[in-house]
């Protein structure tokens, strides 16, 4: 927003030994903040130019003004303020054109007042007003259209008028509008509408878009020589509601999002007429001005122990100082004791002042922050504890992302019902929210993979690998462990902290895929991860395949004799109905079970590194598909003492082989508190391929 410094001085007197830059900065020290401050030219009347964080002014609608904004220099520079001058309008009975204004509901429009005007002549406004209204952004068009420009920018309360002639039957309802109800709006783009948008209609159409837009059809023009003029108070989480449908924001919108006070309805119409009484000097009034309404504004009224305030404050401020910097704000104050009654002004009390602290807020921010001496804590401060959880979450973050190269997803805990449903998910063990932030996600997700693969899908066309982990919470629809208030049996829904993480590579081309290297990949990621945080993982089968995974490649993961996930691949049919083309491999690992295995395991005995070196062999060979690569390096292990570590290294599934089998590679290392010999590991490595014959029916590759 702009503010025109020669405009705030219509309202206060600013001294003069006071600097634009100066005032810029009381501003943003008191008030607002300000970005820029720019000197307009000559032509402009030299004018200086405030430029406002919108942001820094989102919650104070009645700074949305010249007006507002001058009531606060006036305040913390001390100075008095010009009181807006309101003449009532004159009441028309005999002869006057009468007007039909009728509101459906008046939780969508608390207040609409309107008057109707004739003899306009429709001309340029004076330099005056088109050198203010350029000043601050805004572009002249005709003294009807920039007299309700120029209200908006003078008070905040955005207003429209329209071309009496075309109003059909001189009837304005204030309605919801019809689904597939079309308008042509100010901007000559046609708007289609449904039943949540709010309209301004005569009996035959809509005729503006309401606190948005008017329209074409009722548009003033250069032929127009009767008005309406339209001051109201609309929804404002509607207006938010129909600009964000419609992709269409104005200068009217914004200021209606803000929660207006309604008062400023009949300021704003007043105003508008005197402007358009002294451009046009012929115009009369020739309706009765209606003013529909329903509303019942809360002028809070709060108590406020000055003792309690200077204690918040940390510095005591006199009672005079208090109640002159809340009369200055427009706060009605009444004296009881030590006690002031504190009345909220009609365009602070919309959402804005509702409590004690608010009224604390006002009387620091215009003594000045920085009136107030920083003071040491005086409170003392204990060590921080050392959260073991948090210390591993964080050792695990910097394994998967620094060691295995996997890239952090943060995702929001919500999922769809069709996620659910397509991976085969039990529906009733999901959490189902009450108000959902995005339309179709409704329900509060009961694993992490599932957030991992909508992020594939949307990623997959721009990535050929993609490698992702998240860590998170998981909700389930049953009583966790956290109490949720003092009653019995009334527990919040369970959740636990889990890791997952994703692999793809290459697309999918058909439903039958032998390659295995992703999911390996995916073992040795979580052989690594445990390895690091000192315990070794095993993977044993699974007694039950969900739907999601493909039946052949799927086991869980098993550490320090505890099952605490799984590791699977995504099968074609999931993959195809989720839109996902890459081949996919997911794990899934409860922290909260690792967390307790780990925190709660012996403490490691170092033993000395071996004087004597050890002996690789490398094994090969073909076995059933259906045998577990676990059940084998356990046969392996456990086959010999002397057989210290073994490792896999490669899967392979082919033609050659043919149907139903897999070729596994290993490493086997041979070690012992002396120097072995060829001859003596040869002999043990061909008792251990006998043995796997019998146990596995394996057969040593000769190709």
């Not at 059809?217 to 938010?240: G, H």
């Not at 527990?491 to 902290?497: D, I, M, R, S, T």
């Not at 040795?524 to 395949?545: G, H």
């Amino acid at each position: 927003m702009y503010l025109s410094l020669n405009w705030l001085k219509d309202f206060v007197n600013i001294p003069e030994s006071i600097t634009p830059e100066e005032l810029g900065l009381k501003l943003t020290m008191h008030t607002v903040e300000i970005d820029k401050i720019k000197k307009q030219a000559e032509k402009l009347d030299n004018d200086v130019i405030f430029e406002v964080d919108n942001k820094s002014i989102t919650n104070r609608p009645d700074l949305w003004s010249h007006y507002g904004m001058a009531r606060e220099i006036a305040t913390f520079l001390n100075v008095k303020l010009k009181q807006i001058k309101s003449t009532p309008l004159p009441f028309l009975v005999k002869g006057a054109t009468k007007i039909n204004v009728k509101i459906e509901d008046f939780k969508l429009c608390q207040r609409y007042m309107a008057v109707a005007l004739d003899e306009i002549k429709i001309e340029d406004s004076p330099e005056w007003m088109q050198k203010r209204l350029i000043s601050v952004g805004m572009r002249p068009i005709n003294n009807i259209v920039d007299i309700t420009n120029y209200v908006m920018l003078e008070f905040g309360q955005p207003t429209h008028i329209f071309d009496l002639s075309k109003i059909f039957n001189k009837s304005i309802i204030i309605r919801n509008a019809k689904n597939n109800e079309i308008i042509k709006t100010l901007d000559k783009q046609d708007r289609k509408l449904d039943n949540s948008m709010l309209v301004i209609a005569d009996k035959e159409k809509p005729i503006a878009i309401a606190g948005i837009m008017g329209g074409v059809d009722s548009e003033v023009d250069n032929s127009t020589t009767s008005i309406l003029i339209e001051s109201a108070n609309f929804n404002p989480i509607l207006i938010r509601k129909t600009s964000q449908k419609l992709g269409l924001r104005s200068e009217a919108s914004i200021r209606f999002e803000k929660f207006l006070d309604p008062n400023l309805c009949e300021i704003a119409l007043v105003r508008i007429v005197e402007l358009i009484k002294e451009f046009c000097p012929k115009a009369k009034i020739i309706s009765e001005l209606k003013d529909e309404k329903k509303y019942s504004l809360n002028h809070n009224i709060i108590k406020l122990d000055l003792e309690w305030v200077n204690k918040i404050i940390g510095k005591k401020i006199k009672e005079k100082e208090i109640i002159k910097i809340l009369q200055n704000l427009g706060f009605g104050i009444k004296k009881n004791k030590n006690i002031l009654i504190v009345t909220v002004p009609s365009w602070r009390a919309t959402r804005d002042i509702t409590i004690a602290e608010d009224i604390v807020e006002e009387i620091v921010r215009i003594h000045g922050y920085n009136n107030i001496q920083s003071i040491m804590p005086k409170t003392e401060m204990g060590n921080l504890s050392n959260n073991q959880e948090h210390l591993l979450e964080r050792k695990i973050k910097n394994i998967l992302s620094l060691g295995a190269g996997l890239s952090e997803a943060h995702n929001y805990s919500f999922v769809s019902e069709e996620q659910i449903n397509k991976l085969g998910f039990e529906k009733s063990l999901a959490l189902k929210l009450v108000n959902p932030t995005v339309a179709h996600q409704t329900m509060l997700r009961t694993n992490l993979f599932m957030n991992l693969l909508e992020n594939v899908k949307c990623n997959q066309a721009m990535e050929e690998v993609i490698k992702i982990f998240e860590i998170g919470n998981i909700y389930i629809n049953k009583p966790g462990n956290i109490e949720k208030d003092n009653k019995i049996n009334n527990k919040l829904p369970y959740q636990e902290k889990h890791l997952a993480f994703v692999l793809a590579n290459q697309q999918i081309k058909t439903s039958i895929s032998n390659n295995n290297d992703l999911f390996q990949q995916a073992k040795n990621i979580i052989v690594y991860l445990l390895n690091y945080l000192n315990c070794t993982a095993n993977f044993v089968q699974a007694s039950l395949i969900p739907n999601w995974a493909d039946n052949k490649i799927y086991v869980n993961i098993e550490a320090l004799g505890k099952i605490i996930g799984w590791v699977g691949k995504l099968s074609f049919k999931t993959s195809s109905s989720l839109n996902i083309k890459k081949e996919i491999v997911t794990a899934e690992i409860n922290l909260q079970e690792l967390f307790s295995l780990l925190i709660n395991q012996p403490t490691l005995k170092y033993q000395e590194l071996p004087k004597f070196p050890p002996i690789i062999r490398d094994l090969a060979f073909v076995v059933d598909e259906k045998i577990l690569y676990n059940d084998i390096k356990q046969e392996i292990i456990n086959f010999n003492a002397l057989i210290k570590q073994v490792e896999l290294f490669d899967v392979y599934q082919g033609n050659k082989l043919g149907s139903s089998k897999k070729n596994l590679a290993w490493h086997l290392t041979y070690q012992t508190n002396r120097t072995l010999t060829s001859l003596e590991v040869d002999k043990i490595q061909a008792d251990l391929v006998e043995q796997l014959k019998k146990v596995f029916f394996i057969q040593i590759r000769d190709f």
